[in-house]
């Protein structure tokens, strides 16, 4: 491979064999801009930098998400259905955030640079967010907790209140796709040890998520929960700071794919390419059409993507008329006229991802709902458990058990009990089969949270004027539908960082993450229109409808019923597309010869 020859050409002469294969072997480069060598970049010890960063910057993060809907009800004085709606556009606008931060990676600034600087703009929205709530918002001193009502606030404070939820939005979003495919840079995909390894890295960096989390939703979500909001922002702050002072430190460590430029104007020649030529006929065989000579790669630095069959419109941009041999002859190349079957590919990658991508978006509806009505619905609860107060938005830490139960479980029994049934294949199950096991379970934690709720309902004091422990029913009756919740995120959401980090071309790997994060977001822009849409369609003038206020006067229920009857029809669509899905196949990998029905639900 060129990357090899260039490494070689680096080591001085005289060198073994074993010397000339020090270097990686997919083309990363170290921090000084040379081939990566192997036993001094990259591997466990990048890796567990990573982790660890990205367990503090998750603490941080979730030490303001996860009780944001408290704060807005208790402190900005909101109803639960506007402050549920709120959570979701803020949660939202963080994951679109994520495309933003893909974008200027693979173009211009690389993985590590976009990664340090949106940790920079996290860390500026962290201080601005707690210095706002101790001197503007926060008064009287101890207000809200379940007991003591703040004050109303000025526009000033309000309007730094926001900015502040945005910039850490911007500065989150922006810095999570990167970190989870910086990760995986460090893992030589090509070498089957750290392929391996590879693999394992999509779990044990959704593990260190969670298990960032878990101080949040725990002894955070407590004080928070006490009204003692100020320290908890406080330290979220400290907690990103260190991650970003831990992140700077491994930068010696690192290994690095280069900027690949600005992806949209590739995609636009091969469109503007194919139209061109829509009159032309094509020849019979694919090897007349136009492809790069390998020793260049492809027009991006990855390697070549092989042709495949399907969308055959699009293989027009690569066929080469009189007119391309004619301006090739003069030592003319328009890629607005001419494109090599690697960048066409690169647009079928794309599109033969979308079905697949948007299928996850209503799995992230139910997934949303963790954040904001399961919060809600454990406030209505008995949340009192022998004179101790269990803040509803704890809860959640039972979700990061069973994420770290079954990332274990799979990996340690699922996957090879898998594997040994197969047979031909010892990889286990596939990511799109994993994804649709995701969504099966997320059907059942959705039928469970609406069991909980009749049950709630059924002990609930209706008379009641706070909604907050009016029911005799303990909150614990809530830990099934949030273990569902965790068991489901292993299959899916983990499945789907491996999946769309392995079916985007190397230029578009950032991408490839970003797309799960903007599934995520559009999930959680779906919820809040539902939201909005059941509330106007159920709320007349003798129904409060299904989400008002006071939940004992509503049917959270049926809502709940609601997402698990469109989960089932989401997991039916998503049986059709990943059996229509064919996997990329690129130049010297596996894939070229793979049996796409391995893929396939």
Known sequence: ???????????????????????????????????????????????????LNQGLATLAFFGVGVNLVLFLTRVLQQNNADAANSVSKWTGTVYIFSLVGAFLSDSYWGRYKTCAIFQIIFVIGLVSLSITSQLFLIKPKGCGDEDTPCESHSRLGNALFYLSIYLIALGNGGYQPNIATLGADQFDEEDSTEGHSKVAFFSYFYLALNLGSLFSNTILGYFEDEGVWALGFWVSTGSAFAALVLFLCGTPRYRHFKASGNPLSRFCQVIVAAAKKSTVKMPASEDELYSLDAKDCSMNRGRRILHTHGFKFLDRAAYISSRDLDNQGRGIDNPWRLCPI????????????????????????????????????????????SNFHIPPASMSSFDILSVAVFIFLYR????????????????????????????????????????????????????????????????????????????SEVFMYVGQLEFFNAQTPDGLKSFGSALCMTSISLGNYVSSLLVTMVMKISTEDHMPGWIPGNLNRGH??????????????????????????????????????????????
């Open 412 to 487: 340690r029994v699922l996957e090879p009990l898998a594997g040994k049934l197969r047979k031909s294949d010892s990889k286990g199950l596939t990511e799109l089969q994993r994804m649709g096991i995701g969504l099966i379970i997320a059907v059942m934690a959705m039928v469970s949270a609406g069991i909980v709720e009749c049950y709630r309902l059924k002990y609930a004091k209706g008379d009641c004027t706070h909604c907050e422990g009016s029911s005799s029913l303990s909150i614990f009756w809530q830990v099934p539908q949030y273990a569902f919740i965790g068991a």
């Open 1 to 51: 491979m060129a990357c090899l020859e260039i490494c070689n050409e680096n080591l001085q002469g005289g060198e073994t064999k074993e010397e000339r294969e020090v270097c990686t072997l997919d083309g990363t480069i170290d921090w000084h801009g040379q081939p990566a060598i192997r036993s001094k970049s990259g591997g466990w010890v990048a890796g567990i930098i990573i982790l």
């Open 342 to 385: 690697t960048q066409v590919e690169e647009v079928k990658c794309i599109l033969r991802l979308l079905p697949i991508w948007l299928c996850t978006i209503i799995y992230s509806v139910v997934f949303t709902q963790m954040a904001s009505l399961f919060v809600e619905q454990g406030a209505a609860m008995k949340t009192v458990i």
């Open 556 to 601: 959270l229920d049926r809502f709940y019923f609601l997402l698990a009857g469109l989960t089932a029809i989401d997991f039916a669509v998503y049986i059709l597309c990943a059996r229509w899905y064919k996997c990329i196949k690129l130049e010297g990998r596996c894939e070229e010869n793979e049996d796409l029905e391995h893929n396939k639900v």
